[in-house]
């Protein structure tokens, strides 16, 4: 197998970007109210656990988000979702330009802090920002989890591969197909 060195060929950010693009990860939705409770969220694909004592996750969101100064934010609450596969009309969404209604589609429903979660996840982290990192064009939360939510479903995550969705494939008896 041949491996070209793309670093010389295109700027290193632009090579780093195709690489990662055969990098598969799950697709999930951030979401919280900002300070005004007005519901806001969008769909992140760097979402990776940190510890489970203390439980934590680490989700990356752009600075030029408009409510990148709410996570920044230490004790501010929030939530991830994890998608499943026939949720890609939710990603999309919230994954959109300001203004479209990202809450139009999914199980949405407000847990007892009144933050929005997706009921119809695979699962479901409900996260105080604990601590804060800025790198690049990036801000790096960490999130203490306070409570999860699992669906009862079958594991069948929404997946993000080379620019488009993917699903696990299964066999006949539901089983995965990877090792």
């Keep these: 197998m041949q491996a070209d060195d793309l670093s010389q060929a295109v700027d290193l950010g632009m090579a780093m970007k195709m690489g990662m693009r055969r990098l598969a990860s799950g697709v999930c939705v951030l979401s919280t109210r900002d300070e005004q409770g007005i519901p806001f ?5 760097s979402v990776t656990s940190v510890s489970d004592s203390p439980a934590s996750l680490l989700v990356c969101v752009n600075k030029q988000v408009a409510l990148e100064g709410h996570l920044s934010t230490l004790g501010s609450p929030f939530v991830v979702s994890i998608l499943a596969h026939d949720q890609q009309g939710v990603s999309n969404l919230c ?4 203004g479209e209604d990202r809450f139009a589609e999914g199980d949405w429903q407000d847990n007892e802090q ?3 979660y997706l009921a119809d996840a695979q699962a479901v982290f409900f996260c105080e920002s604990d601590q804060v990192s800025s790198y690049g064009t990036h801000h790096i939360v960490i999130g203490k989890i306070t ?4 669906s009862s479903l079958s594991v069948d995550p929404l997946l993000y591969v080379d620019g488009g969705y993917a ?3 299964r066999d006949a008896h539901g089983e995965g197909q990877g090792s």
Excluded: D
């Excluded at 969220?41 to 694909?45: D, E, F, N, R, Y």
């Excluded at 994954?95 to 300001?98: E, I, M, P, S, T």
């Excluded at 409570?147 to 699992?150: A, D, I, T």
């Design 41 to 45: 969220a969008m769909t992140v694909s």
């Design 114 to 116: 009144n933050l929005p």
């Design 95 to 98: 994954a959109g330009f300001a």
């Design 147 to 150: 409570s999860v939510r699992m």
């Design 167 to 169: 699903a696990i494939a």
